[in-house]
């Protein structure tokens, strides 16, 4: 699933990483200084990064149904996906918990959602393991000198260039993913 020639679920995930993450925060401080506001905020935060991992799910579960099977990225994505899916599953127990006093949440509630963000940390690691390591939704033509993908038309259906700088690098056939001089 792609926006403007990029992947859609890397672009949705920040939302519910940064809102899931910043509601433990709050219960942090909330521990330490004991205002309930805190724990009030974690409450509607919780709620839209509940939103944000459903909105980002749709597209991570296309992307993942076209890594081919029997491969490391599919194991890999499926761990993600699963994981994320528990993620989502905790912080919204969490929410349930708080929801009759925002402000006064029980430590279950709390304790639910420091679980959450230790396996959303593992969870986005894997989805970092999913792009950086094994090329999951790297564009076949990305490369250090690769032109926008608002203006060029992605590997496979190169135009003749312009010029130097928006050709693919001489002999480039996409696996490389960078310049054979910036290997070193």
Do not use: C, Q
Not at 103 to 112: E, K, R, Y
Request: glycine letters at 14%.
């Amino acid at each position: 699933v792609k926006l403007a020639g990029h992947p859609a679920h890397p672009m949705f995930v920040v939302f519910p990483l940064g809102l899931l993450s910043t509601s433990v925060a709050f219960d942090v401080i909330y521990l330490v200084t004991a205002t309930p506001r805190w724990t009030e905020v974690a409450f509607y935060v919780i709620g839209a990064g509940l939103v944000g991992g459903g909105a980002a799910a749709l597209p991570g579960w296309v992307d993942w149904a076209a890594i081919p099977g029997g491969t490391r990225a599919r194991r890999v994505g499926l761990l993600h996906g699963v994981g994320n899916l528990a993620v989502l599953a905790l912080f919204a127990a969490s929410w349930l918990l708080r929801r009759p006093d925002p402000g006064l949440p029980s430590d279950v509630a709390i304790g639910l959602g420091v679980v959450g963000a230790v396996l959303l940390a593992a969870t986005a690691w894997l989805g970092g393991e999913l792009v950086d390591r094994l090329g999951v939704g790297v564009d076949d033509g990305a490369n250090l000198d690769a032109p926008s993908s608002l203006t060029e038309p992605p590997v496979g259906a190169w135009r003749p260039a312009r010029d130097r700088r928006t050709a693919p690098p001489e002999g480039y056939t996409g696996a490389e993913r960078r310049l054979p001089d910036a290997r070193e």
